[in-house]
């Protein structure tokens, strides 16, 4: 990865190889983080940071859940986001916040009643290109079915961006780019589709676009929602429903969706070559619109823009 120069740490800025924590961190040692992955990308009215209330609120939920006490508001964690794009110069970067809990106890239970692992929190702003590669976001990637199925929501918080979540992905996606594959997908305990590591699936078949929900043990992406909003804004039929193994073979189309991925088709799951083999009609619908408007080329979707310099 690229680094950049300075690092957002509890309120002040440090230098990216300064920004170190103690070895007993709680989080360290129980993947106890709550962290969000945003974009700020060049867009025609300079660089803008893409449903920045969204991540916040999810960061801030999922820090809630997990009981982070964070001594900022929102805004405040807004304004500390767009502070570290300044700092570095940046015009277009992937963003991580993350907040997690220092040295304290070592105990599971971060929060005990004599003790407290304080919390601590981090912003690290540098340059990412395609989270799955130019070619992939072109052409499809290709993604096997894991024989790893996705935690289920009665296990933990599914819906958290927790860092010990990740491990369940991490195994998955390890096993899929072993075997010759791009990315994994993971089935729910009741072996629906489930998501990605780190992307939620939509499938097209005959014309209609179905994509599902927190029951199948999914973190509902912010990425997931602009795609519901971009096919309803376009007039195609939205179902939000289940999606079975046998569903993504018989699919016209099928891709994933993240801030990391963004808008990225599948071309084959498992043996099987999904549609012509290449980026389905309505995904390159979808995937054009997307990429207009993170690029700020479409007014309707202002809103979901924040400035990254204020005086520019
Ligand atoms: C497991 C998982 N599912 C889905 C997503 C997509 O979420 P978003 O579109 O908010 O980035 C992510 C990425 O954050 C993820 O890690």
């Not at 369940?168 to 072993?178: H, K, S, T």
């Not at 994933?256 to 995904?283: M, W």
């Amino acid at each position: 990865m690229e680094s950049s120069e300075f690092i957002w740490m509890d309120g002040e800025f440090v230098k990216w190889e300064d920004a170190n924590i103690h070895v007993l961190s709680h989080s360290l040692h129980y993947g106890s983080a709550i962290f969000e992955g945003i974009r700020c990308y060049e867009t025609v009215d300079g660089p803008s940071v893409f449903r920045l209330p969204e991540h916040t609120d999810r960061f801030f939920r999922g820090c809630n859940l997990y009981r982070h006490t964070l001594d900022f508001t929102a805004e405040q964690f807004n304004e500390a986001i767009l502070e570290t794009i300044q700092k570095n110069n940046l015009k277009e970067c992937y963003v991580r916040p993350i907040a997690f809990y220092e040295l304290g106890t070592i105990g599971v239970r971060p929060v005990a009643a004599t003790k407290r692992a304080r919390t601590r929190v981090a912003i690290i702003a540098f340059p990412w290109g395609a989270y799955l590669g130019e070619e992939g976001l072109k052409n499809g990637i290709k993604v096997l079915v894991s024989s790893w199925k996705r935690v289920h929501h009665s296990q933990f918080y599914t819906s958290a961006k927790a860092s010990g979540a990740y491990l369940n992905a991490i195994a998955a996606v390890m096993d899929a780019q072993d075997k010759g594959f791009d990315e994994c997908l993971m089935l729910d305990m009741n072996g629906y589709v489930a998501e990605g590591s780190g992307e939620n699936i939509f499938i097209v078949r005959d014309g209609v676009v179905w994509t599902n929900d927190g029951t199948n043990s999914i973190l509902e992406g912010i990425t997931r929602d602009c795609v519901m909003t971009i096919a309803k804004d376009l007039g195609l039929e939205l179902q939000i429903r289940n999606i079975s193994r046998a569903d993504l073979s018989l699919a016209d189309e099928i891709f994933l969706c993240g801030t990391a991925a963004e808008v990225t088709p599948v071309r084959q799951v498992d043996h099987f070559t999904i549609g012509n083999g290449s980026r389905g009609p309505i995904t390159e619908k979808i995937q054009s619109k997307y990429f207009e408007i993170i690029r700020g080329k479409d007014e309707n979707y202002k809103r979901w823009h924040t400035p990254a310099y204020t005086d520019k």
